[in-house]
Each structure stands twice: as structure tokens, then as C-alpha cells.
């Protein structure tokens, strides 16, 4: 950990942030991990207007990611979203380094290479130790603890997380995470740039899984649990929830993300919780991984694909879906569902983890969800919601259905 903090204000009156605008008080960006998320933001921070220089260990990945770039603002000047010219300046601004040494003092950092602590650690490191004192340093990891990124370098409190979502440029989500040590002015500033870059930031502590990826869990995890039941075929409990509003149902999700992903993050978030029943992954899950039925990509997931085309045993039981929506709540997919998403949510909020403002924000920007669980549960009623919950631990006992402390204090 730290042997000698700064003073917060300090960090902000050595950027002099307030006489300049924050996309000039920060000036140079580097992105370093140029895959698909790395390019991505790269190709934001410079469309943007900055310089952003692109790193990447393996020899011709950022020259790879450069060409990616061009050919994806290409594609927005076809599409008429950006002129020739601003995707010619936008382009140029776009710098590839082939060392960490090369890069000009840069005002953000922002670290997009592998999901492995021990590496990203040392990366910090090594940048701390080149970049300015006043550079801001921050990570997209989708699942590592802030905390733990930080404390490899000496001054944490310029260490952030910086959660964009896939594709960078297209999601107007990001997540911005504090660890313990984040200094105020370092988080107001990012909140800033974010905005002058055209997204929308949420705020999140560092908890496992952050808002998105933790408040999602139950929407994948209730349909498979149903589906495991047998409570009805994949396609119907699919439609049950089209029909409530989701874009997807969420099983086609799963297999859309890839349930390799879906697991890894699930599991994730299970582990860093202390193994939470609330976050268990299903046996389904684990033995389509397994098996390697990992949805579109392989050509079979929880649905059978042929050639690129949508499931192909997809058809909804309409009487069934009649039966169940209003029914019993143990097999009522969307009630059981929202009911768990609302209660995620709130104990969220609950733990002081994030606002209830931002929740809704992340999950309706992040997810496509037709309402954020915040203000659904508002609607429906938390007395109405704790019931539900207390019907499902009573059918099926171990925690998972527990009441947060938030929902059992309103009834
Ligand atoms: P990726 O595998 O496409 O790209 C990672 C890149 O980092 C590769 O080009 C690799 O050569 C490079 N790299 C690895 N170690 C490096 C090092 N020490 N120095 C420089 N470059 C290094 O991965 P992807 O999907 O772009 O993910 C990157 C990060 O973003 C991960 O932390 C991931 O959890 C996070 N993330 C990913 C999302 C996604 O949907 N793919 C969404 C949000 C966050």
C-alpha cells in the first residue's frame, strides 16, 4: 500500500483542472491492450479529439487495431454519423507505440489488456513509475477489485476503473469505479471527460461484478434454474420474458454472449462474494461449457444454430406461457425473475455500493432492460416483492432467495 499519500487536493491543483477544459487539462491518452475493447476506446478518445497512442505486448496488435479503426470510421462515415474529414482527423490523432517507454506524458491511462491481477499489477506499476505524478490511471477490467489494482502502485488514490461496454463506441454506458483510495477530484474529473465524450458514467465502489454485471446475475440465473426444472421448454420461458419488455429473453442471451463468458463472470462474481448462493452457477450452465455447447459461436448453446442463422427450435407454447405468467410465483418466469432483480438492485443500493439513480441508469444503458429494477420495484410494490421472495425461500431453501435487509425494513 501507499507510504506517502497526497492529499486529494493536492492531486487536483497539480492537474490545474479548473482554469482548462478537461479534455484539455488531459490531453494525450494511452490505451494499452489493443484488442477489441482496447481499439474501441482508443478509437473514442481520439474521435473525441485527443492524441491516443495504442500499446499492445504482441508485435502487430495495435498496428491490427489501427487498421480496425479506420475501417470502423469508415463504416460511421457511410452510415453518415461522422464527416470524411472528422474521421481523417479522428484517425490521424490515432498513434501506435511500440513501448510503454515510448508514450508522451499522457493525462489518462486507461488499461485494457487481459483479465489477470497479477499482470494488470504489474502493469500499473511500471506506469506509475513512467507517467507523471498527475496522470490518472484506469482500468477496464469487468471483474478485478480496484483495490487490489492500486496497491501496486504508491500513490493509489489516481487509480480508477473505467468499465466501458462492447462495443466502446456504440455503448453510452460507462461504469466508473473507486476503490477506497480514489481521490474525489481524479473521480469528478473522469465523470467530466466521460461526459465530453458523449457517455453517460454511473458510479459504483468496487464490489464484485460492479452494477451491471452484479444486478444481471438473476436474469440469466432464474430461467436457468426454470429451465433445469423443467418448468417449460427454453423458447417459452424465452417469449415470457420478450413479452414482459426485455429485448431478449434470457437464455438466447446466453448464448448470444457465449456461455463461456456468461459463466466466467458469473463464477467470478460467486467467488469474490464468498461463494453467495445467490450467485451459484447453474449445473446447466457448467455442463453446456463443458460439453462445448457455447451458443452462436460453436453453433449450439442452449438453442441449435445452423449457419449463422437464429435458433432453429424456437417455437413459444403459447397456452404454456398463459399458464405461467400470473401463476404460482416459483414458476411465473417473469415475476420470479424481476422479483430477483429487484431485490439484487436494492441491496446494492442497500450496502451503499451505488445510487439508486445510477442502478437504473446502468441496467436500462447497460442491458436494454425496459425499466431499472429500482423504479420497477417501486411500482410493484416492495411488500409485493418481499412476499414473492419469502414464497421462494420457503420452496426452495439456502439463501438464494433471501429478502435484502432493504426490502425487509419496508414491509
Ligand atoms: P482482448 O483479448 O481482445 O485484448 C487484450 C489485448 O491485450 C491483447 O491484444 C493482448 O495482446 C494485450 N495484452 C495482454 N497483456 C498485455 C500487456 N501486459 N501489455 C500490453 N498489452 C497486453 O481482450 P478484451 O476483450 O479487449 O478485454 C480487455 C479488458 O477489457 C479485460 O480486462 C476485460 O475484462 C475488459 N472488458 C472486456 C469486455 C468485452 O466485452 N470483451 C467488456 C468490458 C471490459
Known sequence: MSTSRRDPQDVDASL???????????????????????????????????????????????????????????????????????????????????????????GLVIEAIREDLEVKRRLFAEL??????????????????????????????????????????????????????????????????MRAWGKTPVHCSSTPGFIVNRVARPFYGEAQRMLEAGVADAATLDACLREAGFRMGPLELTDFIGQDVNLAVG?????????????????????LVADGHLGRKSGEGIYRYAGGAGPQDASPDEGRMAELVGGPITTDPVARTVAMLVNEALDLVHRGEASAADVDLAMTLGTNYPRGPIAWGREIGHDVIHAQLVELDAAFPGGRYRPSPALSATV
Open 128 to 193: 506509475a513509475a513512467l507517467q507523471a505524478p498527475t496522470t490518472v490511471l484506469a482500468s477496464n477490467t469487468s471483474s478485478l477489485d480496484i483495490g487490489a489494482i492500486a496497491s501496486a502502485v504508491h500513490d493509489p488514490e489516481r487509480v480508477i476503473g473505467l468499465h466501458f461496454f462492447n462495443p466502446p463506441t456504440v455503448m453510452r454506458l460507462v461504469e466508473i469505479i473507486h476503490s477506497d483510495a480514489s481521490a474525489r477530484p481524479v473521480l469528478d474529473h473522469v465523470t467530466s471527460l
Open 267 to 287: 463464477t467470478s462474481v460467486w467467488e469474490q462474494t464468498g461463494r453467495d448462493e445467490r450467485y451459484a452457477p447453474t449445473a446447466l450452465q457448467q455442463r
Open 16 to 106: 490545474d483542472w479548473g482554469r482548462m477544459s478537461v479534455m484539455e487539462a488531459i490531453g494525450h491518452v494511452a490505451v494499452i491492450g489493443a484488442g477489441s475493447m482496447g481499439s474501441g476506446i482508443a478509437q473514442l478518445a481520439a474521435a473525441a479529439g485527443h492524441e491516443a497512442h495504442l500499446v499492445d505486448v504482441v508485435d502487430g496488435a495495435a498496428s491490427a487495431a489501427l487498421a480496425r479503426i479506420a475501417s470502423s470510421l469508415g463504416q460511421a462515415t457511410d452510415r453518415g454519423r461522422i464527416s470524411r474529414d472528422a474521421a481523417a482527423d479522428a484517425l490521424a490523432r490515432v498513434h501506435v507505440e511500440s513501448r510503454l517507454e515510448d508514450l508522451p506524458e499522457c
